[in-house]
């Protein structure tokens, strides 16, 4: 679990607690939001879940996506 307020980027990588069925644990986010909308890593599952319920589930952060990384270089 995670706190609610943390901050979610989309590229974040995050593990669940629970395995998904397909046997995946890592999820991609694609959506932030009042949603919080994520891919399985292993079948590219998406998913679209409400932010309370994000992090509840979510275990720890695998990578973070850009924002953590400055803006993107061009
Ligand atoms: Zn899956």
Do not use: N
Request: with cysteine; net charge positive; charged share 25%.
């Amino acid at each position: 679990m995670i706190e609610i307020s943390a901050p979610i980027y989309i590229g974040d990588v995050v593990e669940m607690r629970k395995q998904h069925p397909c046997g995946g644990r890592t999820w991609e986010v694609v959506r932030v939001g009042a949603d919080i909308g994520i891919v399985c890593q292993t079948c590219h599952r998406r998913v679209l879940l409400p932010r309370r319920d994000f992090a509840r589930s979510v275990k720890k952060f695998v990578q973070r996506g850009a924002a953590d990384a400055g803006p993107p270089a061009r």
